[in-house]
Structure formats: C-alpha cells, structure tokens
C-alpha cells in the first residue's frame, strides 16, 4: 500500500518536501514505517531517532497498525509556547 | 475558544471571552518573543504547526482542565509564521470560581500544550543563523542561506 506522510519543521527541511510517499506492506505497523523512511530519507538520520509519528490526530506508537487511507504525519519533538 | 492564527493575538478579546458572572478569578497567560536565550540574541522566531492536529490537541487540552478543575471558560489561542522580538505567540485564558483553580488549570495548560501540541519555533539569530528548536536534540545551528 502507498502512504502519504506529511512532513513538518526540521524534517520537512531535511527532506526538503512537506509530504513523502512510501511504499509498504499492507497491514505495516509505524515501526515498519520507520524504518521505511530512514531507508528513503536518510538525511532524516540525525531525528531518527526522536521522531514521532502522528496518525489522523493522535500520537502513534510503533507497534500501531496502518492503513492505506490514513493521514500520517512526521515530525520531530514539539516546540510550542 | 481554541484557535491556530496567522493575526496578530488580540488578548483583550480573548480575556473578554472567558469572562463570565460564574467566575470569581480570570488568569491570562501570554507567551512573548525573548530576546537573549543562554546567551544568543534572537533577531526573530518562526512558528510551523500541523493545524489540524494542533486544534485537536488544544481541544484536548480544554477537555482535560475541565476533568481536572471546575472551571467555567477556556481560551487557547497559538499564532503562527513570524514573529519579531515581544510579539505575542501564544495565550492562554481561564475562569474559574476562585483563584487557585484559575491559576492551576492556566499552568498546566500551558505546560502541557509545549508538550503535546504539534508546533514547532525556529530561531534566527541576530548573527544570521537558524535553529530549529526541539527539545531533546541537540544540533549545531545552520547559516541562512536561502531564508
């Protein structure tokens, strides 16, 4: 399945587009998605490790399911205020 | 009310907002533009948000401080794009019938929308560089070049 991952502030940077399509098993889970994109992007990897991955308009943790239609997003740790 | 705004914040219409005859206290809190942040001056800062997730998780945030603390309004406004020294990026507003839950539910909502809410500062220096700031990684600053 094809995801769309929207990106935002430093990773958008990095990556130097706000949104990335990935190609991924169905069923993958945001860990797969991880990985997927540090392979893809590797200018992501001084974040990689800090990133988070929001689905819809929650939080997603790694071991949370995907599907084709959601809304993904990327980005590294806020900073609001 | 909860708003992501690009205008400038007008605090008055928002302190107004949460006003209420219930209310015996009303703490407004607002967030400026520093200029000297551990020793680097700041020439402006930049905001970036995910709006609709911003404004779900500010909603959120409301959701949470009425489980918490009997108050009677909330009002969360965050701005976005640039901001020059003293701007105003964020305020907060809440009533309440006495004054410790307006000050407790004001706090922790600031506190926990810079944990939470998806939105981002980046910081230019008065000397031309640029820093995206997120917490927890430390990265030397990039020279502008196309900014």
């Known amino acids: 399945m094809k995801i769309n991952v929207r990106l935002f502030a430093q990773a958008r940077d990095l990556v130097g587009s706000d949104q990335v399509a990935l190609q991924l098993p169905d069923q993958a889970t945001v860990a797969e998605l991880r990985t997927e994109l540090a392979a893809q992007y590797p200018d992501l990897a001084p974040l990689a490790a800090h990133l988070l991955i929001a689905v819809g308009v929650d939080y997603a943790d790694d071991v949370a399911p995907l599907n084709a239609e959601d809304d993904v997003a990327c980005f590294p740790p806020v900073s609001g205020g | 009310m909860i708003e992501l705004t690009r205008e400038t914040i007008d605090y008055t219409a928002l302190t107004e907002s949460v006003r209420s005859h219930q ?93 939470i809410v998806p939105i981002w500062k980046k910081e230019t220096y008065s000397d031309g560089t640029t820093e995206w700031v997120h917490p927890g990684i430390d990265q030397p600053s990039t020279e502008s070049t196309n900014e």
């Open chain 2, 23 to 115: 209310a015996g206290a009303v703490v407004l809190f607002l967030g400026t533009v520093r200029e000297m942040t551990d020793g680097r001056q700041t020439a402006v800062l930049d905001y970036d948000a995910y709006p609709e997730m911003a404004e779900a998780k500010m909603a959120e945030l409301e959701a949470e401080a009425r489980r918490l603390w009997p108050v009677i309004e909330v009002g969360i406004v965050h701005r976005t794009g640039r901001h020059d020294l003293g701007e105003i990026s964020v305020a907060v507003a809440v009533s309440s019938p006495h004054r410790p839950q307006a000050f407790e539910a004001g706090r922790h909502l600031i506190d926990r929308l810079k944990e």
